[in-house]
């Protein structure tokens, strides 16, 4: 069986999205499957009307294909493409969270988004999401029947557990881009409560996707006399952000919304403590035994859990050995891969 996997942009841009797709691809490919990767240029999920018709111009010479698998970032904002490609091959649907759920988003915008994507999934075979919580806000949100979604969660690479900082400044870490749903904002605000505590903040993800974003952010650690205490990294190398992995004591990232939350299993796999929001999928990827979960833009009870997190050294201990524990429950890329090949064939 040979499969498409269409995509907006290009699959190495920083995203938890991307590298999904990227991972699932790679683990096919190592097993002899046969995948081909279709990347379309355009400003996705807004795309222009000449993104458009460049999109359904590039179906003229794609490649003979069993199943193609559309990344819902490209067929949410798209459903003329996808009611196209599904005259020629099966669709699978990959939906990592609904677009029209991106915070920032105004009323108008997001009722667009949501017209469109719901009319694409007309003319898809199956849906695959990354998480059963997705699932579920699919099938609501989309009047989908359940059995026509599916979810195929990420996986995690086994790798060292973190050694932490190995110094008496507790080091926080948080992995995210920045934009709105991330919550980077409110996280800075929590920790301006907090400075007279022995902390510090690195983050790390792409600053270039809300530069507006970025610059309040910088202004208000500044404002607050944070200045030392926090840095951001930008879009770093997979070896950077896994050196700081091992010397952080604590994963942090207080987001509005997830559709997963991948860098939370990762942060678990290497035995970090967790500090989240019961937002989305979050309580899924996070047990209890991880870290503490709190409300979604609740800036009281984030600096709460911030200031028991670095106080408590006793607490960090504990979090991180349920995290240990919990990460044996992870998939590999190649068990998800493989669960998502095993539901592609079952379509066929």
């Not at 002899?32 to 999920?45: A, C, F, Q, R």
């Not at 937002?279 to 047990?287: C, E, H, K, L, S």
Request: glycine letters at 8%; hydrophobic letters at 40%; charged letters at 20%.
């Amino acid at each position: 069986m040979r499969i498409l996997f269409v995509i907006p942009g290009d699959i190495d841009l920083p995203t938890g999205g991307y590298r999904y797709d990227k991972e699932i691809i790679n683990a096919w490919k190592a097993s002899g499957i046969d995948v081909g990767l279709i990347s379309l240029e355009g400003n996705y999920p807004f795309p222009s009307v000449q993104d458009k018709a460049n999109a359904l111009k590039a179906i003229e010479k794609f490649p003979d294909a069993e199943v193609a698998v559309v990344d819902g970032l490209l067929g949410g904002a798209s459903p003329e493409f996808m009611q196209a490609l599904s005259k020629i091959m099966p669709i699978t649907a990959l939906i990592h969270h609904p677009l029209c759920m991106e915070n920032g988003l105004d009323e108008n915008t997001a009722q667009r988004l949501k017209a469109s994507e719901q009319k694409g999934l007309q003319f898809v075979s199956q849906i695959i999401t990354t998480s059963p919580a997705t699932t579920k806000i699919v099938s609501q949100l989309f009047g989908v029947e359940s059995a026509k979604i599916h979810t195929v969660l990420p996986g995690v690479k086994r790798t060292q557990v973190s050694k932490g900082s190995q110094s008496e400044t507790v080091h926080l870490l948080c992995v995210g881009s920045v934009i709105e749903r991330k919550g980077h904002k409110f996280l800075l605000q929590a920790l301006s409560r907090l400075k007279d505590l022995n902390w510090r903040l690195d983050c790390y993800g792409s600053t270039e996707f809300d530069t507006k974003l970025f610059d309040e952010l910088q202004s208000l650690a500044k404002a607050e006399d944070m200045s030392e205490k926090v840095a951001f990294h930008g879009a770093v190398s997979d070896e950077m952000i896994e050196a700081a992995y091992t010397t952080s004591d604590v994963f942090v990232l207080p987001s509005l919304f997830e559709g997963y939350g991948m860098v939370y299993a990762e942060a678990i796999v290497r035995g970090l403590p967790i500090i989240a929001t019961t937002a989305g999928a979050i309580p899924d990827t996070v047990p209890q035994t991880c870290g503490i979960l709190i409300e979604p833009e609740n800036t009281n009870m984030l600096t709460q859990a911030l200031e028991q997190m670095i106080s408590d050294e006793a607490l960090r201990n504990n979090y991180r050995q349920g995290a240990m524990t919990a990460a044996e429950d992870f998939p590999t890329w190649q068990g998800s891969a493989t669960r998502f090949d095993e539901l592609l064939k079952d379509m066929t």
